[in-house]
């Protein structure tokens, strides 16, 4: 079994939906993280949590709202969806601590989302 | 502010060749780590190699290693014996130490493995 599953997979929405993306780990791992993927501009970071009740903004967190509602559990929702909202999102976790190796993050599978 | 930069869009190279993906960074932070990950068509992100700022070795994972020049701010990816396998986008990452470990990528790198 994967340790880190997105769900959806796919998803196609209309502009003005609600839409929740949802994260579970079986890591372990304290900290999650989401991210979303654009053609030709690489990984940029939406929003990122140490644990339960810490929650940070990233990158680009407009438009965007999450919820952590346990350890492995790291929700992302669109309140009100826009077509330039269509990417493909990446959940993400990584241990506590510093920078080594052993901070590596691992990803999902990701979650291709086409807003209309 | 942390920045990464990959200049070649995208890679050709013959199977069993030996490539270089160019990876440059820019940061003030005095520890950081470096990332490289791969993403294959089917579209996941997948590790395969970090290279801590202090670290006095270079890394090597298998057939991937990373030549890193601190001075020159560069961490490159090379991978030896390319297999049609490896064709994917790359793409180089980094992180500042301490407690905040978000990533900052950079733009990736297409390689195409030809026969």
């Known amino acids: 079994d994967a340790d880190v599953t997105q769900t959806p997979r796919n998803r196609i929405t209309k502009t003005g939906k609600r839409i929740m993306l949802e994260c579970s780990q079986t890591?372990?791992?304290?900290?999650m993280y989401w991210y979303r993927q654009d053609p030709g501009l690489g990984l940029r970071l939406i929003y990122y949590?140490?644990?339960?009740?810490?929650?940070n903004k990233g990158e680009i967190s407009d438009g965007y709202s999450v919820s952590r509602q346990a350890q492995a559990k790291f929700s992302l929702s669109l309140e009100s969806a826009i077509p330039n909202q269509t990417a493909l999102y990446f959940c993400?976790?990584?241990?506590?601590?510093?920078?080594?190796?052993?901070?590596?993050?691992?990803f999902g599978p990701g979650t291709r989302l086409t807003v209309l | 502010a942390q920045k990464i930069t990959q200049t070649q869009p995208g890679m050709f190279v013959q199977e069993k060749e030996a490539v270089t993906l160019d990876c440059t960074y820019d940061t003030s932070d005095p520890s950081y780590g470096l990332f490289w990950y791969k993403q294959p068509s089917s579209g996941e992100m997948i590790f395969l190699i970090y290279q801590g700022s202090y670290d006095q070795q270079n890394a090597t994972e298998g057939r991937y290693s990373l030549n890193f020049q601190k001075a020159r701010k560069s961490a490159n990816l090379v991978i030896s014996a390319s297999q049609l396998g490896d064709s994917a986008m790359y793409f180089c990452?980094?992180?500042?130490?301490?407690?905040?470990?978000?990533?900052?990528f950079g733009t990736g790198t297409r390689l195409q493995v030809t026969l």
């Open positions: 990452a980094m992180s500042p130490t301490g407690t905040a470990s978000k990533l900052t």
């Open positions: 993400a976790t990584s241990r506590q601590g510093g920078v080594h190796r052993t901070d590596t993050q691992y």
């Open positions: 949590s140490f644990d339960v009740k810490d929650i």
């Open positions: 890591k372990g791992h304290d900290r």
